[in-house]
Nanobody, 117 residues
Framework: QVQLVESGGGLVQAGGSLRLSCAAS????????MAWYRQAPGKQRELVAS???????NYADSVKGRFTISRDNAKNTVYLQMNSLNAEDTAVYYC???????????WGQGTQVTVSS
């Protein structure tokens, strides 16, 4: 059974930082492509950042230079370091993984990030 458990969300002032964590189980983590998505009220879910099994990263233009995705294969955990947060970053952040022959996709339950201006 695959589980993705996010943590680290919360309320932060504009300009502040947060680090999200996503602990994975039930998968061969080192072979999985991991990503963070977010969904703000009234908006579609969007890709924030992704990292391949080989460590290649990709970011949405809106977070480039402010957010950093990383992974620790020994801990089966992917992180999202978020700096210089602004109100537009307020959303529920979801951990995502794609794994296996068919790139089966799994989602975490989400963690709320609220940035106060």
């Amino acid at each position: 059974q695959v589980q993705l458990v996010e943590s680290g969300g919360g309320l932060v002032q504009a300009g502040g930082s947060l680090r999200l964590s996503c602990a994975a189980s039930g998968i061969i983590f080192k072979l999985a492509a991991m990503a963070w998505y977010r969904q703000a009220p009234g908006k579609q879910r969007e890709l924030v950042a992704s990292i391949t099994s080989g460590g290649s990263t990709n970011y949405a233009d809106s977070v480039k230079g402010r957010f950093t995705i990383s992974r620790d294969n020994a801990k089966n955990t992917v992180y999202l370091q978020m700096n210089s947060l602004n109100a537009e970053d307020t959303a529920v952040y979801y951990c995502n993984c794609k794994t296996g022959w068919f790139s089966t996709e799994y989602w975490g339950q989400g963690t709320q990030v609220t940035v106060s201006s």
